[in-house]
């Protein structure tokens, strides 16, 4: 007889298996499918973001910062340090434990909230089957009233340049993870949030890094102000980033990789040690539903669904990286959750707001922001006004030796409604929370103002900014 579930979860990246443990709180019994294998040869939860992306960079940016620090950060406070040793092995062996513990940890939670493990590939077939494939080409068929399908993204491969993680000359994120040695110089092929981030890592452990980025605006996403900021403080790290450049051809040579590029003044090559290519991810749905199925797709393979996340198929889901909206592994957390307590019944209908997704990015300094931008405000012709506050005029950050970087708020120039938050400076990614929270309950820029802030924190900068807005700062000269 075919197990039968309430809930069939295809992928346990951080937008299934969430899901999956709400299912499980909400009583209803739950199967969670998922085929990983890990770099030691076994079966992991986990997805995407634990096992090769937002864990294990964040691993490496972390190491390769303190490696960057000692190195030439410490003599400010009279710190003098000799004989610093990099181990590259060791601070591989620390990220790969990391994840071994938080996937570990996954596993525990099924078991704890009794989730089924279902090991092998999912795909959807009619009449609210899956059908498992396991590694030894076993195949169940399971049934459940209701399948939630969470098969992440996979990296865009472009022509020019393949990757080749095993061959580890031209490689995508999972193989710039994992160099052995530190590259003397590293090219990098797109430059967002990936090659931001991994060009950060090998720049501080000693690489010659180099970005070619297809589009003339740095970081089109983010607010331009903080953009031109993040552009002028990578520059300064030696992060040679090269806009407007179009990469025409890569070939192998005994040197390294030959990469061909245009751009506004001509034809140029450079010959690198190594190659990431980082141009943006692709939704992965490799065999995930049988044609008889009817699931709808969208335009480059995106499952269709609506705001609550239901595809065309009653009962079938799809939440995270698959579907439409920024690829960040809280929003496919959150859209798991909105699912789960939907199906249940709990709380009514559900809806997740996707204005008020933070964003950050991992360099030093980090920039993060929520809300829109000033480009996209004035494109959609909404009145407002700016406030912005350096973090130079902050004594926490002073005391830090890390006084780089502003925070601007953008509110509604007649209702006083916070619009937007961006940020780039020490700890952003811990501070635009503040002004998450305060887009959630619809604040005004004046109760930032009002709001009692401790000191000295590097939050006041967000105070000083919401300040600014109506020329009232208090650390600055307002114009
Ligand atoms: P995934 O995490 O991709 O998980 C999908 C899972 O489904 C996988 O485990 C896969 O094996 C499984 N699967 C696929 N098809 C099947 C099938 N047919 N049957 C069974 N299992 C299947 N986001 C952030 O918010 N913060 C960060 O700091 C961050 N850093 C990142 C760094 C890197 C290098 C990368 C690559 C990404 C990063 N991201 C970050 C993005 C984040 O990883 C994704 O947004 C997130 O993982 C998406 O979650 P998901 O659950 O939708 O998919
Ligand atoms: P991205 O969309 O952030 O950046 C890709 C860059 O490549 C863009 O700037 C784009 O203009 C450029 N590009 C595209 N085609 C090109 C070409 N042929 N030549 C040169 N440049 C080209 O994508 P990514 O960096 O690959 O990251 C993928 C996704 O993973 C991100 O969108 C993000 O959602 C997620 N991610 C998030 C974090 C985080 O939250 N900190 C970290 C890493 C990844």
């Known amino acids: 007889m075919a197990k039968t579930y309430d809930v069939v979860v295809i992928g346990s990246g951080p937008a299934g298996y969430v899901a999956a443990i709400r299912c499980s709180q909400l009583k209803l019994k739950t199967a969670c499918v998922e085929k990983w294998i890990n770099s030691q040869g076994n079966p992991a939860l986990g997805g995407t973001c634990l096992n090769v992306g937002c864990i294990p960079s964040k ?21 003098h340090v000799n004989g610093i040793q990099l181990d590259l ?14 996937t570990n940890g996954i596993s525990t939670l099924f078991k704890y909230n009794s989730v089924d493990w279902l090991k092998g590939h999912g795909k959807l077939l009619v009449d609210h089957q899956v059908e498992v494939t396991a590694q030894n080409g076993l195949v169940e068929v399971v049934t459940a009233d ?10 865009i491969d472009i022509s020019a340049a393949l990757i080749d993680n095993n061959q580890g000359l031209i490689v995508d994120s999972t193989g710039a993870l994992n160099f052995r040695a530190v590259p003397t110089t590293l090219g990098i092929i ?16 000693g690489s010659k890094v180099v970005l070619l980025e297809a589009v003339e605006d740095f970081l089109s996403l983010a607010d331009q102000q903080i953009a031109r900021e993040a552009l002028r403080q990578f520059k300064r790290q030696g992060l040679d980033i090269r806009l407007g450049t179009r990469v025409v051809a890569t070939e192998k040579t005994a040197n390294g990789i030959k990469v061909q590029f245009l751009d506004r003044t001509g034809n140029h090559e450079i010959t690198f040690d190594k190659l990431l290519v980082s141009v943006g991810r692709l939704p992965n749905i490799d065999n995930i539903a049988a044609p008889e199925s009817g699931l709808l797709f969208e335009e480059r393979g995106y499952i269709h669904v609506n705001d609550n996340c239901e595809t065309n198929l009653p009962g079938v889901y799809a939440i995270g990286d698959v579907v439409r909206g920024p690829m960040l592994a ?11 307590e939907n199906i249940a019944g709990h709380h009514g ?27 996209t405000l004035k494109a959609e012709g909404i009145p407002y006004k700016v406030g912005t506050s350096p973090f130079s005029a902050n004594s926490r950050a002073k005391t830090m030796a890390s006084a780089v970087g502003m925070i601007k708020i953008l509110a509604h120039s007649k209702t006083d409604t ?10 952003s990614a811990e501070i635009v929370q503040e002004a998450v929270l305060a887009l959630e309950f619809h604040a005004s820029s004046e109760d930032l103002a009002r709001t009692v802030h401790g000191h000295p924190t590097l939050c006041e900068v967000v105070r000083e900014a919401a300040l600014a807005v109506q020329d009232r700062a208090l650390h600055k000269i307002n114009a």
Request: net charge negative; hydrophobic share 40%; proline share 4%.
């Open 59 to 79: 691993a490496l940016l972390e190491s390769s910062e303190q490696y960057h620090r000692l190195q030439e950060g410490l003599d400010i406070h009279g710190i």
């Open 89 to 102: 092995n060791r601070m591989m062996a620390r990220k790969d434990d990391i994840v071994l513990q938080l």
């Open 146 to 155: 209701n399948i939630i399908i969470a098969t992440g993204s996979k990296p």
């Open 190 to 205: 797109g430059a967002g949030v990936i090659g931001l981030e991994l060009g950060s890592v090998w720049n501080r452990l």
């Open 330 to 340: 809280h929003k496919g957390s959150e859209e798991g959750i909105m699912v789960a």
């Open 349 to 375: 209908h559900l809806n997740l707001n996707h204005n008020n997704i933070p964003w950050v990015i991992y360099t030093n300094p980090e920039i993060a922001w929520v809300g829109k931008t000033e480009q």
């Open 418 to 427: 916070l619009l937007g938050c961006h940020i780039i400076g020490p700890f």
